[in-house]
């Protein structure tokens, strides 16, 4: 019997039988990384139904909000920021945070750019944000916080019942609009919950996801470094309280956010400031004419380029993700990455044993 038994080739997600099965992200399954640029359906004050906690949920996106605009932010190299090498990053109780981060988030479509600095720490076992900068003037950033712990952004791998507590602790270094450099001392906390699995339905397409919901309360203090290192608070307030449920699905990162009002502490709101429904940033589509043929112990798959609009808003292919799936529903495994559009084949050349079947997935990306 040949090495390589190939039982069937899944091509289309099949979501109606995915759903019921739970799903778990692992590092290559979190997008977060330089090259991805998610784009996103905002709307503000949009009526929300986030459903129960639990599993086999379905939440229903598929409906444009009327007014919604697109924005986007894109994950690039540290070194191409302003602050790589700059001496307000680089002090010795602030180090240079360009230099620790593995890759940038940059924001398009705020009032003044910013960067959020993110990196993987050894052994993937989370995603942490290490420095946040909102740019105000060439020489000087309007503010920097500067992290005095760890921040997780994630807790690899996510999975459902998953809980953690993080504390942002921080220096926030201000100036405002006459000219004075102001410090604030910023204490964030967040509550984080994997409460729900199941399908998300959004423009032209599903997917299926875990429901992250993030509780987030705080405190913030304005004032001064008495003699330099003495610290002594002028104001203290307390951060408004909100909540953010998120959708989260292999390999394309977040597809759906929502955002509570100011003052809520549950995900049972029903209506979110500010909802983001992807713009199809990583595109579980169907590829059309698809094919697959053995070649010795490699399985040649093929398919042809399919573009499209959805809501008004064109889907161009800028490549595609391959994954393999070594049983049916189970978990996915990304095996190739095809940067070219035009490139519609892929050859996977591992050795699979001879008593288990090979399931794969096409993911075109925007």
Known sequence: MSKLFIYSILIVLLFSLLAMAQVTLNRTDIPD??????????????????GATGGSQR???????????????TYVS????????????????????????????SF?????????????????????????GL???????????KPTNTFRKYVIPLTYNLTWRDSLKGTVDTRDSAGYD????????FQNSIDAYGTVVYPGDSAQCLRLTTICTGTYQ??????????????????????????????????????????????????????????????????????IALNGTDANLAWSRVDSTVAGFPITISGYHVYSLTEFPGSTNLIGT???????????????????????TIRAVK
């Open 33 to 50: 990384s330089i090259g991805y640029t998610p784009t996103y359906i905002t709307s503000s004050n949009q009526p929300v139904t986030l």
């Open 59 to 73: 939440w229903d996106f598929s409906t444009v909000p009327t007014g919604s605009t697109l924005r986007s932010s």
């Open 78 to 105: 540290p070194d191409s920021t302003l602050w790589h090498s700059t001496t307000n990053w680089g002090t010795t109780s602030s180090p240079k945070y360009a230099q620790m981060a593995q890759f940038v988030t």
């Open 108 to 132: 398009a479509g705020m009032n003044t750019p910013t960067y959020m600095y993110y990196r993987y720490p050894s052994g993937n076992t989370s995603l942490e944000m290490i420095g946040v």
């Open 135 to 145: 740019m105000g003037d060439s020489d000087f950033p309007q503010q920097i916080v």
């Open 182 to 189: 102001l410090k604030a001392k910023v204490t964030m906390y």
């Open 222 to 291: 304005v004032g001064f470094f008495y003699l330099g290192s003495i610290w002594v608070p002028v104001l203290t307030s307390s951060i408004p309280a909100y909540t953010t449920v998120s959708w989260i699905t292999p390999g394309a990162g977040v597809l759906v956010s929502a955002v509570s009002d100011t003052g809520i502490t549950t995900a049972n709101f029903t209506t979110a400031k500010t909802l983001q429904v992807t713009n199809r940033s990583d595109l579980p589509r169907i590829p059309s004419n698809l094919s």
């Open 338 to 360: 095809i940067t070219n559009p035009n490139t519609v084949n892929f050859i996977d050349g591992s050795t699979i044993p001879s008593n288990l079947a090979r399931y794969y």
